[in-house]
């Protein structure tokens, strides 16, 4: 009996070892659990967040305001300015739709569309949870401060960002950072999130398309109307610019290009001498895209956004979803040809 002892204390103080050290730390699916409740529990929150993109030529910058109210639908009203340039635009959700505002040029695209459920958002709490919760195949890792999960992703018009890494707070259980990696695992997008109030107050018009336009500043965008400075996309999908139109309109300009070679595309900027009266919204069937240097309206053969008071329409039939969003994103103010 006493040799059976002796030999079963090296046995005995070694599962003693492993019991303290699996004490020491939390499994996965007890963090994943802490996770989803956090999210159940969260009914307010007012964010800010950093967002760093090096999807492009030169990387981006964007102070981001993160909004969101719980109820019987979600509201959300995300204000991004890229480097402090016009005056910022808003993602807006409420019981009327989603809206792409860009409140210096008094104009809003509404969408038919699922935002944000539809994809991956690397600044919302929700969607980054949802899709740790649901990559049965994350990979779950701990540091001194974080949970990390490395996921897929879900970006459906964008397969070059892949992966994520999400940064989880060890006391809060809430994201703290998130970097979306490359097919490679290369870090393009970095948002930093800070400043957490988890208790906020909201006014109705907080989330009201129209009261987002009376109240925004247009004094800057009204120091930049004026002539139209030409932009050209650097990636060209081995095609080459074949015409070149300007029209003179009667409250601005508007140039016309014409690419042709391996896909066929137009491209068409506006600019108008002064800024409309009353609000307007175009209405289209798409999604809401995020293209480095401002956010975009993206439908099935057509991308439009704004940026520096300039008015963009790309569309080609011979385009993909994802090349419409590689050559608008490779416009970053830069007059190249």
Known sequence: MRKLVKHLLPVIFILMIITLVGCGGKSQEKVLKKIEDTLGSLQAYKVEATMKMNTGEEERSYDIDIWYNKGEQDFYRVTLESDGEDGGQVILKNEEGVFVLTPSLQ???????????????????????????????????????????????????????????????????????????????????????????????????????????????????????????????????????????????SDGDRVIMTFKGDKNFTLIQEKRDTLPVSSYEDELVGDVINLGHSVGALSDKALEWNYQGTSFYLTGTDLSQEDLINVASSIQGKSIK
């Open 107 to 249: 104009k809003s695209f509404k969408f038919q569309t699922e935002w944000p459920d539809n994809s991956s958002q690397p600044y919302l709490y929700k969607s980054l949870i949802n899709d740790v919760i649901n990559d049965k195949e994350a990979v779950f890792t701990t540091s001194d401060s974080y949970y990390v999960f490395q996921t897929k992703t879900n970006y459906q018009n964008n397969s070059n960002l892949p992966f994520q890494e999400v940064y989880f707070d060890k006391k809060t259980y809430l994201p703290v950072a998130v970097n979306i990696l490359d097919k490679e695992k290369q870090p393009l997008i970095e948002v930093v999130f800070r400043d957490n109030n988890l208790s906020p107050s909201f006014a109705k018009e907080d989330f009201e398309r129209e009261a987002i336009l009376e109240h925004a500043d247009t004094t800057e965008m009204d120091e930049m109307i004026n002539e139209l400075a030409v932009m050209y996309p650097l990636e060209m999908l081995g095609s080459e610019l074949v015409e070149e139109k300007q029209v003179e309109l």
